[in-house]
């Protein structure tokens, strides 16, 4: 039986050399340049935007990133940090997407969108949130598993062992069953996508930052100086990231365009696909519209 993979589907695969690591990307389509950047979890990577990449690549050049630590990119053992992803993403439209483009980025990683787009405005053009994380939520460090088992995790034999164990099949459906709505879409072929995913040589390191709290980000004061074009999306059944704390961004940002999305979870880009994809649409065109002028090169970086 063939293994269900997860990667960006089609489009032409690429990768850049960043700090003498790989960072992987597929290119869709052709037109103003969007780039999607996956949220942070075990077994994360562009996969999570399958059902968003051909609706927008009709019209627009999509950029599908893996981040460091997750999906095709390396996994080195590094200090993972939200000053690491936040110049990785400001590199990536630098050197990859090369203009200002549009990026539409989902929980955690939304968060490191917020504080790049809020001390760097000229690379974006626009910004996509995805039940986004920072104000109401993962301010701190993360509460799931015991200190204990985060310590281990760090640790350099031992830490494997947890890790495995921290990605088992029984684990990663528990997680992807919190993520989603519907579990009638946590297939296991689904899981074992995950499984194998979150076990690439290297998977421990992003994971273990993230499960310490170290990737968390306060972005209360960036959403306050957000001065771009901003769409909020959220799934009014999310368990994880409740659509409670849409309403801090909502309160922060009065000027956000804001929609939500029903019978969805923490994923509603993948549960109501259809749904998303026509906001989405019809945000990036209205934006396009309003800038008015074509978009400027980047110097690369």
Request: charged share 20%; aromatic share 6%.
């Amino acid at each position: 039986m063939q293994r269900h993979v997860l990667t960006a589907p089609g489009g032409e695969s690429g990768e850049i050399l960043w700090r003498g690591h790989k960072v992987a990307f597929t290119r869709h389509g052709q037109g103003s340049p969007v780039l999607l950047v996956h949220g942070l979890y075990a077994g994360a990577s562009s996969f999570e935007w399958c059902q968003t990449i051909p609706a927008l690549a009709e019209r627009h050049t999509v950029f599908a990133l893996d981040l460091l630590g997750f999906g095709r990119s390396d996994r080195p053992a590094l200090r993972y940090s939200p000053g690491l992803y936040q110049a990785l993403l400001a590199d990536v439209v630098a050197r990859v997407v090369r203009e200002a483009c549009a990026v539409v980025a989902s929980g955690l990683s939304a968060a490191q969108l917020i504080a790049l787009a809020t001390r760097d405005p000229g690379r974006i053009a626009s910004v996509a949130l995805v039940a986004p994380t920072g104000v109401a939520y993962r301010r701190e460090a993360d509460a799931t598993g015991s200190i204990v088992t985060r310590a281990l995790l760090g640790a350099p034999l031992v830490g494997n062992a947890v890790y495995t164990r921290l990605t088992a099949p029984a684990k990663l459906r528990e997680q992807l069953r919190a993520m989603y709505f519907d579990d009638r879409l946590v297939t296991p072929a689904l899981v074992e996508a995950y499984v194998d995913s979150a076990r690439q040589p290297g998977g421990k390191y992003a994971v273990s930052a993230l499960r310490d709290g170290r990737l968390n980000v306060d972005v209360r004061a960036a959403v306050r100086r957000l001065r771009l074009p901003t769409l909020l999306l959220w799934g009014d059944v999310a368990r994880q990231n409740p659509v409670a704390h849409a309403h801090a961004f909502r309160v922060l940002k009065h000027d956000l365009e804001w929609s939500l999305v029903h019978d969805a979870g923490d994923l509603p880009h993948v549960e109501r696909s259809n749904e998303v994809n026509a906001v989405l649409r019809s945000f990036l065109e209205r934006t396009r519209r309003w800038s008015g002028s074509p978009t400027q090169l980047l110097a690369m970086a």
